[in-house]
């Protein structure tokens, strides 16, 4: 008896160990707003694999702490989310695009190492690079690798940028 309650006991430690394991490789994002339309909907959930900066390469989705306050204000008592998602347009050694804001380049026109540019696909409804400039790298999460099932995209307008 006590043999079989160590070996659940055994099983249950392992299968704890293996989801932190997970919690700590991959994560998964609830998309809000119209930014990565029609590649990403309002209401979508995607499944993000945390990377490290260095491993970005251009094309990339990915999410990322919003750096600075690059959206206006929200009615007291509405909570929004520190992250956002965006596409990769530039990483460390490219050319600088051309939308990038004038104040924020560099002499030599590329873009510094350990940082990213980033750009929404809906540029209409996008908050990204053109608005903040270069992106630390070390404030993306990870890279989106997948949309999940269970997530009901919104048809209807999306919430206020």
């Known amino acids: 008896m006590i043999a079989v309650l160590a070996g659940a006991g055994g099983l249950l430690l392992a299968a704890a160990t293996c989801l932190a394991v997970l919690r ?8 809000s707003g119209a930014s990565m339309m029609p590649a990403l909907r309002h209401g ?19 999410v990322l702490r919003e750096p600075g306050p690059c959206r206006p204000a929200r009615p007291a008592g509405t909570r929004r989310s ?23 380049r560099r002499p030599g026109g590329v873009v510094a190492p350990g940082h990213v540019i980033v750009l929404g696909d809906n ?10 400039g270069a992106v630390p790298a070390d404030r993306v999460l ?19 940028r």
Do not use: M, N, Q, Y
Not at 53 to 58: D, K, P
Not at 82 to 96: F, H, L, Q, S
């Open 24 to 31: 700590r490789r991959f994560v998964v994002v609830s998309v």
């Open 44 to 62: 979508e959930r995607v499944l993000v694999r945390r990377v490290p900066g260095e491993r970005l390469r251009r094309g990339d989705v990915v």
């Open 82 to 104: 520190p992250w956002v998602i965006k596409r990769v347009a530039a990483v460390p050694g490219d050319t600088e695009p051309s939308f990038l804001p004038t104040w924020d």
């Open 123 to 132: 540029t209409d409804f996008s908050r990204d690079s053109r608005h903040f």
């Open 142 to 160: 990870g890279v989106v690798l997948r949309r999940l099932g269970g997530g009901k995209p919104s048809s209807g307008p999306p919430p206020p």
